[in-house]
């Protein structure tokens, strides 16, 4: 008997995050589980590592492929000059990657029109009267904020806005300090974005306990719409991408790169904006 046959089929996810905002970001959660909408009837799954920093997922991804422990791997949160696309092609280890990657390896991508959605939220916000826009961000160096920023500059421009971009790491309270920091801008920002929705979350509640009324006197939104954003008070207005669908197309692009399919970019789940009472016109 073949005990191969046996043994599972595993593919493999890192995370340089820590494990404590792994377990509050909503999103991953929900990609992980449409990856595994798809893996599972074909008896895969996903194996998920949380490490300590990008020396040590390099170190995780040729542990893996020296020791065939992976079939494939998804690769987030591309960076300017990503080493990792180029380290998995040399290493023969299939791969497919969640964003959009302008370096030479040969790898087949999901891509989300992140600039796009920032596009539409400045429009939105401008056509509320806005005229005074402050976005709380990612880290500068990933691919996808760099895409947010650049498109919200743009629009900024084409519109007539004032734009405001303080860099933030994603958790609560890098939210509640870009938010802060915004407000003692002099004039302060009528409307802020958040690329994620824990910062989101954290600085409207921060807001609204120190007095600032939401949204008369502020509108927010947030990038990745959650049960979070749908339950702080007031409920926030988010930038709606399905990240359950997202992780089922990255799934169906993990079984045609397994198959053999030729590199090729995918589209992502379109996005959406989902108006709540977190947004509203500018105060008078």
Known sequence: MDDTLDAPRLIGLVLTENAARV???PFFMELIGGLEQVLAPTGASV???VV??????LATYERWAAGGTVEAV????LVHGDIRPARLAAAGLPAVLAGRYPGPAALTSVVTDDAGAIDAAVELLGGLGHRIIG???GPADLVHTAERSEAMRAAGKRLGIQVRIVEADYS???GVRGARELLADRPPPTAVVFDNDVMAVAAEEDLVRSGVQVPEQMSLLAYADSALCELAVP????MSVDAHEHGVGIGRAVLDVLAGAPRRDHAGPPIRIVRRASTGPAPT
């Open 23 to 25: 377990g509050v970001e």
């Open 47 to 49: 194996l998920l590592l």
């Open 52 to 57: 300590r920093d990008a020396a040590a997922e």
């Open 74 to 77: 998804v690769v987030v949160n």
């Open 135 to 137: 976005r709380v961000s």
């Open 172 to 174: 609560a309270q890098a």
């Open 235 to 238: 409920p926030l207005s988010a």
